[in-house]
């Protein structure tokens, strides 16, 4: 089973939990909205980390459904095809734990984000050799 299936069964349940934890934010934090660094990663509980990877999931499937649907554009320009693809064996729990390893083992590298760490370690090394580029 894909990961894309598997991060789906517990989407609702965390999803609520991080709507509960949304609404108890005050109102100039609820102005910004941040991308997730490695400082605000290391201060997240497990739940709310999964949430935010199930949502991630899900906005990469979307999109990967509707480029399939209409055509994907050439390896060399689909960066939502290389991380669907270079994540696609992945549990949400492997997905955690590299990032997690990740920072733990560049800790002067806590601004770079949560994006940026399953771009440089989980897709690339993972895709073929000629969509790396």
């Known amino acids: 089973m894909s990961i894309h299936r598997r991060w789906a069964a517990g989407a609702l349940i965390a999803s609520l939990v991080a709507l509960l934890g949304l609404a108890q934010t005050s109102g100039a934090e609820e102005a910004e909205v941040p991308f997730v660094d490695g400082k605000m990663w290391g201060e997240t509980a497990p739940v709310l980390k999964r949430t935010y990877l199930v949502g991630i999931s899900n906005l990469l499937a979307a999109e990967y459904l509707y480029q399939k649907k209409k055509g994907f554009p050439s390896d060399k320009h689909s960066s939502i095809r290389r991380v669907y693809e270079g994540i696609d064996e992945m549990s ?42």
Not at 116 to 132: C, E, F, K, Q, Y
């Open 92 to 133: 949400l729990d492997e997905c955690i734990e590299r990032i997690d390893a990740w920072y733990e083992k560049h800790p002067d590298r806590s601004d770079e984000t949560v994006m940026g760490v399953i771009w440089l370690d989980m897709v690339v090394p993972n895709l073929p050799a000629h969509m790396r580029d």
